[in-house]
């Protein structure tokens, strides 16, 4: 029993070991595919906080209000102000041009008067507030308030920019100009209360802080290597469905299938040498990717990855995930009868089954119908127990369930692809 399980484990090796081009998509192309995509991530994570954006100011106000954006705009760490093109005052419409074609990500075009009609606003504000509380000359005619339109700033953005970059610029502006207002309030109640020389505090009561989670009583701080590094692996390892779909195909047409059969060998033994082959392979994969991530990813400008106290629980996942991922390559491959079948079907159904899984988007960000559909992706499975392990640190008996339902898909996949091949042979 033991011999012929290793003489099937053998004979799979010498199937892989003629096959180079699948050998370089099972350790070559993963290894590209970590390192590229972490450092895009890394790289724009540093643009936006390294590099300021220049953006567009079109000023009609001229005012204080405007003083006071450019002032913070400038002393912002995202934009730098630009103000004039070609040694020309920006207008809108130039502002908008520039814009629509991409020279610039964003313009923003303060209305005219917003001052002065700020100011206005306020006053009547203050003042009607001043004189419920018996402050002012109750025989004297209120007089009739000035109708103030609401003033807008107007956001101009490239067509190409992201939604969320468009979120995060409204925010800081938005915060910025209630600031604005606040302090315009504070200083009118100053003047209609004749206290001069007072001085209100303009820094925010309320404050933000973020709780970063402790391990060994070290702050631990996620980065771009801790999100790509677990879910490219699980990538790369959900890849070798299609060596493995092919081979098995191969087998089939070649006849080699069966000339195994017409020996005392079962067709169960056939598949245990394959899951413990494209396991040992799976397991290479996740260490080649680990140790890129610990050794090489420092010498690039990347973090390095922190496994510590991590690896053991990490390889379990992996694991497990490899075994899934064996489990629907020969699913794939018993029931395709081509490789022109196996091969396209399984790079299709693997990116799907990443995309529902997470891989590409956070499954937060999903819509509530793909959360639920997520749910039934084993790459999710594999995505969140490695999260659990390296992000959360959560021990064995919490990853048992995810682990759990990966080998549930491995022996409800495996279970298919006999009894189809089973009946197939018997028909």
Not at 82 to 91: A, K, L, M, Y
Not at 102 to 131: F, H, R, W
Not at 258 to 266: A, K, Q
Not at 387 to 409: M, Q
């Amino acid at each position: 029993m033991l011999y012929k399980i290793w003489m099937s484990v053998v004979k799979e090796f010498l199937l892989l070991k003629r096959d180079l081009g699948g050998l370089i998509i099972l350790f070559i192309m993963p290894l590209v595919l970590v390192i590229t995509v972490t450092l895009i991530q890394d790289s724009s994570f540093k643009t936006i906080s390294d590099n300021k954006i220049p953006i567009l100011l079109v000023d009609k106000d001229k005012g204080a209000v405007s003083k006071t954006v450019f002032d913070n705009l400038e002393k912002s760490k995202l934009f730098s102000v630009v103000t004039q093109i070609d040694n020309q005052p920006i207008t809108e419409a130039i502002a908008q041009e520039a814009v629509n074609k991409g020279k610039y990500q964003l313009a923003i075009v303060i209305p005219e008067k917003l001052s002065v009609d700020l100011q206005a606003k306020i006053n009547q504000n203050v003042e009607k507030i001043v004189s419920s509380m018996g402050f002012t000359d109750s025989v004297a005619p209120a007089p009739t308030p000035k109708i103030i339109k609401q003033k807008e700033v107007k956001l101009y953005f490239d067509p190409a920019v992201q939604m969320s970059f468009k979120n995060a610029v409204m925010s800081s502006i938005d915060k910025m100009i209630s600031q604005i207002e606040t302090q315009s309030i504070y200083t009118t109640f100053q003047k209609q209360l004749g206290e001069e020389s007072t001085q209100f505090e303009q820094k925010s009561f309320i404050t933000f802080k973020e709780i970063i989670p402790k391990i060994n009583n070290k702050e631990v701080k996620p980065n771009s290597v801790q999100h790509n590094v677990p879910a490219w692996t699980l990538f790369a390892i959900f890849f070798i469905v299609i060596p493995l779909s092919i081979n098995i195909v191969k087998e089939k047409s070649q006849g080699t299938f069966v000339r195994l059969l017409t020996n005392p060998v079962s067709n169960l033994i056939v598949i245990i040498g394959k899951t413990i082959t494209y396991s040992a392979i799976c397991m290479i994969q996740f260490y080649m990717m680990v140790a890129v991530a610990i050794f090489l990813f420092p010498h690039i400008g990347l973090p390095s990855l922190n496994i510590e106290g991590h690896l053991i629980l990490m390889s379990v996942v992996a694991l497990f995930s490899g075994f899934a991922a064996i489990g629907f390559g020969i699913l794939l491959g018993t029931i395709a009868n081509t490789q022109e079948q196996s091969a396209p079907f399984g790079a299709t159904s693997v990116i799907i089954l990443a995309a529902i899984g997470g891989i590409w988007v956070p499954v937060f960000a999903m819509p509530t119908i793909m959360q639920i559909i997520a749910k039934s992706s084993p790459m999710n499975w594999g995505l969140e127990a490695f999260y659990d392990v390296l992000l959360r640190n959560v021990s064995f008996l919490e990853i048992i369930p995810k682990i759990s339902l990966l080998f549930l898909f491995f022996i409800i996949t495996t279970s298919i692809a006999l009894f189809y091949d089973k009946k197939k042979r018997t028909v």
